[in-house]
T-cell receptor, first 114, second 113 residues
Framework: DSGVTQTPKHLITATGQRVTLRCSPR?????VYWYQQSLDQGLQFLIH???????AKGNILERFSAQQFPDLHSELNLSSLELGDSALYFC?????????????FGPGTRLTVT | GENVEQHPSTLSVQEGDSAVIKCTYS??????FPWYKQELGKRPQLIID?????GEKKDQRIAVTLNKTAKHFSLHITETQPEDSAVYFC????????????FGGGTRLMVKP
């Protein structure tokens, strides 16, 4: 157990819908990273938040957005869902704002879009 | 941005043999190279990392080597065991701020008893 929690574990929804994935970082960690893992794309960095502020964006679609709240938990919002959005979504947390500090991954949320 | 290539995509070894996974990166400014292990259905976990000021780092049966001139780094697992079977990912920072990681495509290692 890494100390990072993610809810829900599984999510099945239809195309065009909107979902929210939630992540709680390890106690004391200020950084939250979101990743998408699909069979053909591997692990893709989406976005990074540090202490409530967005610090970096990867190949995140405009239909996706995220935020980190004052209690440091983070939410990833996915809207106008498409079949290709089906994937495993991981969040990771670290103490600092740079990747040189170890990232601890949560168990992931498996999203299935039908 | 950084581009990380990882080879091989699959690797099958006999228990007790060594396994080597190689990654190349494109950005010569990259200075931190972690390796993650992901067992089936589980989260990625950091197993070892190396910074650009050293050429090799060992932790029991696992070692990582870095060749900055050639821009490649490798994971070495000795005396492999069935529990080493997993997908292994290398990564490198994607930006100068060092807060974005680009991952390699992964290597599925199978250790046959």
């Amino acid at each position: 157990d890494s100390g990072v929690t993610q809810t829900p574990k599984h999510l099945i929804t239809a195309t065009g819908q909107r979902v929210t994935l939630r992540c709680s970082p390890r106690s004391g960690d200020l950084s939250v990273y979101w990743y998408q893992q699909s069979l053909d794309q591997g692990l893709q960095f989406l976005i990074h938040y540090y202490n409530g502020e967005e610090r970096a964006k990867g190949n995140i679609l405009e239909r996706f957005s995220a935020q980190q709240f004052p209690d440091l938990h983070s939410e990833l919002n996915l809207s106008s869902l498409e079949l290709g959005d089906s994937a495993l979504y991981f969040c990771a947390s670290s103490v600092e704002g740079q990747t040189r500090s170890e990232q601890y991954f949560g168990p992931g949320t498996r999203l299935t879009v039908t | 941005g950084e581009n990380v290539e990882q080879h091989p995509s699959t690797l099958s070894v006999q228990e007790g043999d060594s396994a080597v996974i190689k990654c190349t990166y494109s950005d010569s400014a990259s200075n931190y190279f972690p390796w993650y292990k992901q067992e089936l259905g589980k989260r990625p976990q950091l197993i070892i990392d190396i910074r650009s000021n050293v050429g090799e780092k060992k932790d029991q049966r696992i070692a990582v080597t870095l060749n900055k001139t050639a821009k490649h780094f490798s994971l070495h697992i000795t005396e492999t065991q069935p529990e080493d079977s997993a997908v292994y990912f290398c990564a490198a920072p994607q930006n100068t701020a060092g807060n974005m990681l680009t991952f390699g495509g992964g290597t599925r290692l199978m250790v046959k008893p």
